[in-house]
């Protein structure tokens, strides 16, 4: 079993930026991000393949968040800039055994307890 920490969220204006990371107790292989609004379903944001050579974004988030790894640290990150009032949400991180970059949730077999991200205007 993997556990999976997250942490960086918080509350911020629109138009700022937070870093979310998750530290995980054992190395995975992919690794994501997803965030739930109240009311909504969980969503894919963004994935990274083991080497990091791969990465995929929702295309709501493509060209304002960054997900990247430190496999050193078994430490996935997300840069999230310009962040808007719809970005507001709980994010989850998740890992997996694929080799590739799941984007679905049942892609991703370890998840994090969540962290709350609130962009304020």
């Known amino acids: 079993q993997v556990q999976l920490v997250e942490s960086g969220g918080g509350l911020v204006q629109a138009g700022g930026s937070l870093r979310l990371s998750c530290a995980a107790s054992a190395r995975t292989f992919s690794m994501g991000w997803f965030r739930q609004a109240p009311g909504k379903e969980r969503e894919f944001v963004a994935g990274?393949?083991?080497?990091?050579?791969?990465?995929l974004y929702a295309d709501s988030v493509k060209g304002r968040f960054t997900i990247s790894r430190d496999n050193a640290k078994n430490t996935v990150y997300l840069q999230m800039n310009s962040l808007k009032l719809e970005d507001t949400a709980v994010y989850y991180c998740?890992?997996?055994?694929?080799?590739?970059?799941?984007?679905?949730?049942?892609?991703?077999?370890?998840w994090g307890q969540g962290t709350q991200v609130t962009v304020s205007s």
């Open positions: 990274i393949s083991w080497s990091g050579g791969s990465a």
């Open positions: 998740a890992a997996g055994r694929s080799l590739r970059v799941p984007v679905t949730t049942g892609g991703y077999d370890y």
